[in-house]
């Protein structure tokens, strides 16, 4: 009777489209490979503010307004936004939410937070709760240095399995009809962990979470990796990318064809000196909402697996032992 | 076409049913008005771990494995658990998840949690998205102390205003069918902020939130205050009660006679030096799954509309002048 099929996956028997798509990112992502692809690149990353996390959060609002304006659409008809962001209490998402006006349910899966929220998001649309949602995210480099790492004033040194947080953000308007690319299908994550510890090493740490749900999407469709123009996960960066292919090898599924990574796709990590690459839940936000999203409209690409990955510690977590939990969530967008 | 009915309000025409509740308290809401109804009371803060943040995990791990036992399931039979807390990155949660091995979609709402994931959870049941879905939350007064104010040990005076966060959890089992409690209506909430920048009044910078969700809910449904044997706010405490009862007033709905507040009703604050009463996650979820759930289950009560409130701020937002936005979602429970 239900729409699950298999364990973890659900099926849009109505496919919700994306209607409208809008993504901003920070000056040292606009020099990236990607930069043609973005709506607004900042000229700094205080975006005229007086502080970080300030600025993390106009990027989000800016961002959210003109995935709406590009819609065609105004806040009032917008039935619920589904935000969150790596802010202790998602500060970011709850002052953009302010500033709107739009019914807010708060959600925080970390770097999983754009397929969390697209998930969901798609799933309310398809069930007919309402015509339009806006799916959202941002993360701030600077913001969630000082929050996670070190204040960059310090000027620590960081590891080469350190990845970079992407000061960006994306955001997308799901609705119904028309032609658009639609999302198929939702396959929800498990939480994993593995004993990982150290926090300049994310990519080792979220990547069994997204060979957990990668299997289960393949296994609970029946569609094999070669279905998909591309499989993306969100920032697992070079290392935890690598991790990836050859785990999922394991499980029987060759992914090496057509997998990418948007860690991995943001920034020239030699030429820019982003150790092993982007993360933070504006990484796979941007890179989805920017450049995919063109690509599918474009029908340069017709169908991506996308996979965003989270590490679900705080800093008290790890300062009290504990290890890091990741989690993946994905969802099919085909044209 | 769609299934919501005014702004803000969805119908649920299946009606999900709350099959089963679990709660857990500390050792002083153990001694409050309440105490014969919570399912668990800690005999320390501790909880037999080695600090207040594991103690947090651990009671919202044990508080959702009983919840599904007392449904007579198994973990591996709950499509999703939707859980968030007050620590920053909703450690709690994650870990709880950690070791549930349920599909798990994280959120942020602070202490309008309970409503927020029994809303998202009742949707998901309501339209098929499986069959079983738990909902759940909670809060710790030492870990919820030392991250928003001080630590416990610096023995801080308290201004009067303050609320006491609760030690506390509570976990619902929904599913479909059978003589429970149903889910009949969902409100969901804007950010309100009308200035209030005391992080120590928490009651009056969420009560505007609660009476915009209060008056929305009323005209969506068309239902009068009197439909309900009790409307119940989350956490807002005597001062915020009072503020809320009040400007509704202005709106033209007088809901003096039915009106509880879970935070007001789970310390005798005279007695027990709570000040301007609970707050926290786990203030209305203990006081949902243990005190009402049971009320209901027992035809003593056949109706509850109850709005869990939120404060949306954090320490870093607070520290840079913000002021503190508010939400509550609501959600009708019905016998």
Chains 1, 2 share one sequence.
Request: proline fraction near 3%; aromatic fraction near 8%; hydrophobic fraction near 35%.
């Amino acid at each position: 009777m239900n729409k699950k099929i298999g364990n973890r996956t659900v099926q849009l028997k109505n496919e919700p489209r994306i209607i409208s798509a809008f993504s901003i990112v920070g000056p040292r992502e606009g020099e990236g490979p990607l930069k043609q692809y973005f709506d607004e690149i900042l000229k700094d990353e205080l975006y005229e503010t007086e502080s970080y996390e300030k600025a993390e959060a106009k990027i989000l609002t800016n961002t959210i307004q003109e995935a709406i304006k590009r819609a065609n659409l105004k806040n009032k008809d917008i039935d619920y936004l589904l935000a969150g962001d790596l802010l202790n209490q998602i500060i970011s998402s709850s002052f953009a939410a302010r500033q709107l006006e739009i019914p807010f349910l708060g959600l925080y899966g970390a770097c999983s937070t754009m397929t969390e929220s697209l998930s969901l998001g798609s799933i309310l649309i398809d069930s007919d709760i309402g015509e339009y949602v806006v799916c959202a995210t941002a993360s701030h480099f600077c913001s969630a240095e000082r929050q996670f790492r070190f204040p960059l004033e310090y000027g620590s040194q960081r590891s080469q399995t350190c990845q970079w947080t992407v000061t960006g953000s994306g955001a997308m308007v799901l609705g119904k009809g028309g032609n658009f690319p639609k999302i198929t299908y939702v396959t929800t994550g498990v939480v994993k962990d593995y004993g990982i510890k150290d926090a300049n090493n994310m990519g080792a740490a979220m990547a069994p979470a997204a060979v957990d749900t990668l299997y289960n999407h393949f296994k609970d469709t029946g569609r094999k990796p070669e279905y998909y123009d591309v499989i993306v996960t969100g920032d697992l960066g070079s290392i935890g990318k690598e991790i990836t292919q050859k785990l999922l090898l394991e499980y029987g599924y060759d992914i090496r064809n057509n997998y990418m990574d948007c860690g991995d796709m943001i920034f020239n990590n030699q030429a820019q000196g982003t150790d092993a690459g982007g993360s933070g839940c504006g990484c796979s936000a941007s890179v989805a909402a920017g450049y995919f999203y063109k690509k599918l409209m474009r029908k340069e690409i017709k169908s991506i697996l996308l996979i965003s990955t989270g590490a679900l510690m705080s800093t008290t977590s790890s300062l009290q032992g504990e290890s890091i939990p990741g989690i993946a969530h994905a969802v099919s967008i085909e044209m």
